[in-house]
């Protein structure tokens, strides 16, 4: 059974999709922000300022999975390292860095490479090498994932990867990463929106 929270002029609780109480019609359930806390990560990741940042070593996969058509999120750079950003399934090995090295994830690496299953898939221009203080764009829309680099698209798409994915970065040799899932840097791609899940409270 799953129970979901309804927001409306009053509060209302479904159970199955029905909801309990006189009232008929049909409500959407409130929607939360995405972060990396309560989530899945590497054994030696360190996840600060409200789940938003992540350093140590390893792998962290956010709270919620890609299910919208198309999703958008962002990092920044805040210090340079050994470090990656893309989608990965619950199977992934968050304490393997680099990622990308087996069927569960696809990500773009610190050197410009996006990885899927030990395959590099497109690689960055070199002259448009992510830096320290630079900001990270993923678009994904269940076929591919694209890259933006400072709000440009960097027209570096990959696919491959198969299943229910979430956000998923790590990091290494003293990189930081924040992580941004909503009030964005830059301008949300056309079509795309922040990722949105619905709480589960059983």
């Known amino acids: 059974m799953r129970l979901y929270?309804?927001?409306?002029?009053?509060?209302?609780?479904?159970v199955n999709g029905k909801q309990l109480g006189r009232r008929t019609s049909v409500l959407k359930a409130r929607l939360f922000e995405a972060d990396c806390r309560a989530c899945k990560a590497g054994t030696d990741v360190v996840i600060v300022k409200s789940g938003r940042r992540i350093c140590g070593t390893g792998g962290c996969l956010a709270n919620a999975p890609l299910h919208q058509n198309k999703s958008y999120f962002e990092l920044k750079i805040q210090s340079s390292g050994v470090w990656g950003v893309g989608v990965a399934t619950q199977k992934a090995n968050?304490?393997?860095?680099?990622?990308?090295?087996?069927?569960?994830?696809?990500?773009l690496r610190h050197d410009g490479t996006l990885f899927h299953n030990n395959e590099e898939k497109n690689r960055l221009p070199a002259n448009s090498l992510p830096q320290e203080g630079d900001i990270v764009g993923i678009t994904?829309?269940?076929?591919?994932?694209?890259?933006?680099?400072?709000g440009k698209n960097?027209?570096?798409?990959?696919?491959?990867?198969?299943?229910t994915v979430y956000p998923v970065v790590y990091v290494d040799?003293?990189?930081?990463?924040?992580?941004?899932f909503s009030d964005?840097?830059?301008?949300?791609?056309?079509?795309?929106?922040?990722i949105l899940f619905e709480q589960q409270i059983f």
Do not use: W
């Open 94 to 107: 968050l304490n393997q860095v680099p990622m990308g090295r087996d069927a569960h994830g696809l990500v």
């Open 173 to 180: 040799d003293s990189a930081i990463l924040d992580c941004q």
């Open 184 to 194: 964005f840097y830059h301008t949300t791609p056309a079509g795309f929106q922040k």
């Open 140 to 150: 994904y829309d269940h076929v591919e994932m694209n890259i933006y680099l400072n």
């Open 154 to 163: 960097m027209n570096c798409p990959a696919s491959g990867i198969r299943g």
């Open 5 to 14: 929270v309804c927001r409306c002029a009053h509060l209302l609780v479904f």
